[in-house]
């Protein structure tokens, strides 16, 4: 058990917070304690940290306004002083150059109270997140390495001999789940992360075995594409996934196979058109066809199972594999993109949460999709995307007006409401807190200057902070998230309770989400205690991943300047620029980082170039990029580059014509 001591406003307190006896014996601690959402003057707010330069809120819910609220540091000096408005206290300017702990301290009418402790650092959020991101994802595999289908009992062997429970490639898995694509998504985002992380797995019994060195995320990525193929899936969004490989092949062609990549492309453009939808799908409450052709016009139940706007991306990535492959028919899936946007923009009544929150863990499909589209397309998207975007950014922020800045499912809601195969009356709706940011942050990428860009970040971080315990239960969505071997750094308080013997047999998956506050919860009734269903699945964990994806795509920036920290624009070719990169690549908070941006000069090869954590919890990774070195002659045009795909962020300068020519 984890038990941080502080100091508190001259008092001396130690924080052995509720919950962490629950995620360790599966009962709940009482009595009041720092953060206890029970006590007099609760303080509650992510349990874990903040990241440098993003949004800081906690929730004081029965602080008046004008209260007034201090952070102190260990040593009980006082670091930052606010006010409380709207039972909301924002320390955003907040940014300092030690990590903490940190606490909130709260004076108000009903008494004073303290938060649990807290951090603050580089890319906080994604680094305690990235590792249990990819584990979740070996960990939750059928079989935990062996993929044959079992016909044993299901419960024998503790999980070995499991069955997949309707699932391909992950337990309990649906063809909604989109595995692979977050998968794709996280790497493409943010590959020089994702290619240091390891997780203890195994991936016996595949017919490919991967070169040593391959990264976890590419072994699993590989895993689902081989069962998919396997089972000749035909469902319309297993085609997507498979889809999401071919396009990203590229990006993955030093590990895998391209025999791997001619099944897959051979089995989707023989198949993207056919209405056939017998392999392998579940959960179909929504009637539609496997033609991924055509104009889907069904809304899916609150299930998530068929999200509006799932086909459109997928399209536009198969347009891509087509132009790759010198297809004459790539222009077909450019037009099923096209036409099923122009559907969506025309048709979905955005103020009927059914469409948005009321997809679940599927709605970032939406959203993320037209931005894509947008963004990598401009001239090709249809010109309503900008106006409908803004549309559903709108009515996001305004439901999100309240004291935990939480986007609600209505005015008269605050979560969803039960669904047709939701088993409850007040359903688990983690995946949707979950995956939100992916759609808020991916229209704040569109909106730009837009001032509600600025408010769907700062909502997009209060779901996150939700995750992490800023919720009427002042509870983690993880039960075991107290613990070192599968939770979050710095977490005191889990989740209530986790399921036991459930479809996917969860529970003992690192970093899974189990349970998340019900509407009886809110707007602060934390003496409901354990209300509503509670239980992991895959679907969830998929949706925060695409968040991490969107956190990762939100927070990368690239600079390259001359001496003096200029802009480069037309630099002499004996010349050394240096090269800037933020991006969430802090995975080790007491180390210097590093990663690795690609350097294209003019039409030769690109090559990989290393940058180095400027000092401890900095959020810029930097080197000097010699252009002598490089191979520059004059006019050469440099591209620096990191991410991939509709990720992908890049720098542009050229080399003077004659060596005599002025930087800058």
């Known amino acids: 058990m984890k038990i941080r001591l502080f100091l508190a406003v001259g008092a001396l307190v130690l924080s052995a917070v509720p919950g962490m006896a629950s995620a360790a014996t599966g009962h709940e601690s009482t009595g009041a304690a720092a953060g206890d959402p029970l006590a007099a003057q609760p303080v509650l707010l992510n349990q874990s940290g903040f990241g440098l330069g993003e949004s800081k809120r906690f929730t004081a819910p029965r602080a008046e306004d004008g209260a007034t609220f201090t952070i102190t540091d260990i040593s009980g000096k006082v670091r930052y002083r606010g006010e409380v408005n709207g039972n909301v206290g924002d320390f955003t300017g907040f940014n300092p150059r030690d990590t903490g702990d940190f606490v909130v301290t709260v004076t108000a009418a009903a008494g004073t109270g303290t938060s649990v402790p807290f951090g603050i650092g580089a890319y906080w959020t994604d680094r305690v997140s990235y590792q249990r991101a990819v584990e979740f994802m070996a960990g939750s595999r059928c079989y935990f390495g062996d993929y044959t289908r079992k ?67 590419v072994r699993i990525i590989y895993w689902g594409v081989e069962l998919l193929l396997q089972q000749e899936v035909n469902d319309p969004q297993f085609k997507e996934q498979l889809a999401a490989f071919v396009y990203a092949y590229p990006q993955l062609d030093t590990y895998i196979p391209e025999s791997v990549y001619r099944r897959a492309s051979d089995h989707l453009f023989a198949s993207w058109g056919d209405a056939d939808r017998d392999r392998y799908h579940w959960q179909a409450f929504t009637p539609h066809t496997g033609d991924l052709f055509q104009v889907y016009t069904q809304v899916g139940t609150g299930k998530g199972e068929l999200a509006p706007g799932h086909s459109v991306w997928p399209n536009l990535m198969m347009h891509e594999v087509a132009k790759r492959e010198g297809r004459a028919d790539a222009d077909r899936y450019l037009q099923a993109a096209q036409a099923q946007a122009t559907w969506l923009i025309d048709h979905l009544d955005l103020e009927d949460p059914r469409v948005t929150k009321g997809q679940r863990q599927s709605e970032s499909v939406l959203v993320t999709g037209l931005v894509q589209f947008a963004e990598t397309y401009p001239d090709e998207a249809p010109r309503g995307i900008r106006k409908f975007v803004r549309d559903w950014a709108r009515i996001a922020v305004d439901r999100s007006d309240n004291l935990w800045d939480f986007r609600r499912y209505s005015d008269d809601r605050w979560t969803i409401p039960a669904f047709s195969g939701s088993g409850s009356d007040d359903p688990n709706e983690v995946g949707n807190v979950a995956g939100f940011p992916a759609s808020a942050l991916a229209a704040a990428k569109l909106l730009g200057h837009d001032p509600l860009a600025a408010r769907l970040r700062e909502i997009a971080t209060a779901q996150v902070d939700n995750i992490f315990g800023r919720n009427p239960t002042g509870r983690h969505a993880s039960y075991d998230a107290p613990s070192e071997e599968a939770g979050f750094e710095g977490v005191e308080n889990g989740w209530f309770s986790e399921y036991y013997g459930g479809a996917g047999l969860l529970e003992g998956a690192s970093g899974v989400l189990d349970g998340s506050p019900k509407n009886g919860h809110y707007p602060f009734n934390p003496e409901q205690g354990n209300i509503g269903h ?25 600079k390259v300047g001359t001496q003096g920290n200029v ?28 990663g690795t941006v690609d350097v294209r000069v003019g039409d030769r090869t690109t090559k990989q170039l290393t940058v180095t954590q400027t000092e401890k919890n900095s959020k810029t990774f930097s080197a000097t990029l010699d252009l002598a070195a490089s191979g520059a002659k004059p006019r050469d045009s440099i591209t620096v580059t990191y991410g991939h795909g509709p990720f992908a962020v890049s720098y542009s300068f050229t080399v003077a014509s004659t060596p005599s020519r002025p930087t800058g």
């Not at 992991?536 to 990368?556: I, K, M, P, Y």
């Open 151 to 217: 016909t044993v009992d299901p419960v024998s062997d503790e999980y070995g001999a499991r069955d997949c429970m309707k699932g391909v490639a992950w337990r309990d898995a649906a063809q909604y789940s989109r595995e692979i694509q977050s998968l794709i998504d996280m790497y493409l985002a943010n590959p020089s992360a994702f290619d240091r992380i390891r997780v203890d797995a195994d991936y016996k019994g595949l017919p490919v075995t991967l070169p040593e060195g391959t990264p976890d995320i």
């Open 534 to 558: 509670t239980e992991g699945w895959v679907a969830f964990n998929t949706a925060w991943n695409e968040s991490l994806t969107w956190r990762a795509a939100d927070q990368t920036q690239l």
């Open 567 to 594: 802009p480069a624009r037309v630099v002499r070719a004996d010349s050394k620029v240096r090269v800037d990169l933020e991006a969430p690549l802090n995975l080790d908070a007491d180390a210097l980082d590093q």
